[in-house]
């Protein structure tokens, strides 16, 4: 996300998504070259061998990554989701297994989907998933948000009560604010969501989906080089980011329930308060643009 007011399909970059119909069984999306595949009249995407071939690559970089990594309700819930390993899976099958453990499903959209979409979603309870998966190309860094993001980042979370509260909270808030204060709801999730750290009795602990579908970011986060902060409401909606940086920052939580408490407070009271009081200094070198 960023100042502009619309995101990515995971909250991750300003894009506005025109999505459009083409007659090849994909949707194209303005400002991506990416093209999002559909569901054939069974509901099954049909993907090609390079496309799996690709989700392979990630999957078995990163499963010999994470391992010691991240917390223990995302590995317990990859492990309801019993992700293959070489073909990318259906939207379908994740589904079951969401909606039995917390009442969540995903959403087959575009690869650029706009604010009021995305919140929509998130508050009924349906996370949205581009179906697409990058090329091999761009296997370490895209700007926009694929289908191993999606499914492998964030969709084992899901499966956790509190992390599922939180999100649809999250939805629920965002439909109905304004666009300003849109902008520090975006800084929350970011810092939350996307790339989020928590303690736990084994230790440090990655948990948000940003960090845990990168390689790079996986080692970095828990490295020395990155500032860890504990977890504040307050200050998270005050921290500018960059989407195309290793983060320099991020906050920690005391443990996952830490999101239902947040998730029963008064977050929009809080964007008031950071809105009055302004915005951190960035830890980061100035760009164009600034999130």
Same mark, same amino acid.
């Given at each position: 996300?960023?100042?502009?007011?619309?995101?990515?399909?995971?909250?991750? +970059?300003?894009?506005?998504?025109?999505?459009?119909?083409? #007659? /090849?069984?994909?949707?194209? +999306?303005?400002?991506?070259?990416?093209?999002?595949?559909?569901?054939?009249?069974?509901?099954?995407?049909?993907?090609?061998?390079?496309?799996?071939?690709?989700?392979?690559?990630?999957? $078995?970089? !990163?499963? #010999?990554?994470?391992?010691?990594?991240? &917390? !223990?309700?995302?590995? $317990?819930?990859? $492990?309801?989701?019993?992700?293959?390993? %070489?073909?990318?899976?259906?939207?379908?099958?994740?589904?079951?297994?969401?909606?039995?453990?917390?009442?969540?499903? /995903?959403?087959?959209?575009?690869?650029?989907?706009?604010?009021?979409?995305?919140?929509?979603?998130?508050?009924?309870?349906?996370? *949205?998933?581009?179906?697409?998966?990058?090329?091999?190309?761009?296997?370490?860094?895209?700007?926009?948000? %694929?289908?191993?993001?999606?499914?492998?980042?964030? &969709?084992?979370?899901?499966?956790? *009560?509190?992390?599922?509260?939180?999100?649809? /909270?999250?939805?629920?808030?965002?439909?109905?604010?304004?666009?300003?204060?849109?902008?520090?709801?975006?800084?929350?999730?970011?810092? /939350?969501?996307?790339?989020?750290?928590?303690?736990?009795? !084994?230790?440090?602990?990655?948990?948000?989906?940003?960090?845990? +579908? #990168?390689?790079? $970011?996986?080692?970095?986060?828990?490295?020395?080089?990155?500032?860890?902060?504990?977890? %504040?409401?307050?200050?998270?909606?005050?921290?500018?980011?960059?989407?195309?940086?290793?983060?320099?920052?991020?906050?920690?939580?005391? #443990?996952?329930?830490?999101?239902? %408490?947040?998730?029963? &407070?008064?977050?929009?009271?809080?964007?008031?308060?950071?809105?009055?009081?302004?915005?951190?200094?960035?830890?980061?070198? *100035?760009?164009?643009?600034?999130?």
């Amino acid at each position: 996300m960023s100042t502009a007011p619309e995101v990515q399909a995971h909250g991750g +970059s300003s894009h506005r998504a025109e999505a459009k119909m083409a #007659s /090849t069984g994909t949707v194209t +999306s303005k400002g991506t070259h990416y093209q999002a595949r559909l569901p054939d009249e069974h509901g099954i995407i049909h993907w090609s061998e390079e496309e799996d071939a690709t989700w392979q690559t990630l999957m $078995e970089r !990163q499963l #010999s990554l994470i391992q010691g990594r991240v &917390c !223990q309700e995302y590995l $317990e819930g990859l $492990e309801r989701l019993a992700l293959p390993i %070489d073909h990318i899976p259906q939207l379908a099958d994740v589904d079951k297994v969401l909606f039995e453990a917390t009442g969540w499903q /995903t959403a087959q959209v575009p690869a650029l989907i706009p604010f009021d979409t995305f919140f929509e979603l998130l508050a009924n309870r349906r996370f *949205p998933v581009a179906t697409f998966i990058r090329t091999p190309e761009e296997l370490d860094y895209l700007k926009e948000p %694929d289908i191993f993001h999606e499914i492998f980042g964030h &969709c084992p979370m899901l499966t956790n *009560p509190a992390f599922a509260e939180f999100t649809a /909270t999250y939805g629920r808030l965002g439909l109905n604010a304004e666009p300003k204060d849109r902008v520090y709801l975006a800084r929350l999730y970011w810092m /939350t969501v996307e790339f989020g750290l928590v303690d736990t009795p !084994q230790g440090r602990r990655i948990y948000g989906g940003g960090i845990i +579908s #990168s390689p790079k $970011e996986t080692l970095h986060a828990l490295s020395n080089t990155p500032v860890h902060q504990p977890f %504040d409401a307050l200050s998270a909606l005050r921290t500018p980011y960059r989407i195309d940086i290793l983060q320099p920052l991020y906050y920690v939580l005391d #443990s996952l329930d830490a999101l239902h %408490d947040l998730s029963q &407070c008064d977050i929009m009271a809080l964007v008031e308060q950071a809105r009055d009081m302004g915005l951190f200094e960035p830890r980061f070198p *100035p760009k164009t643009e600034t999130h």
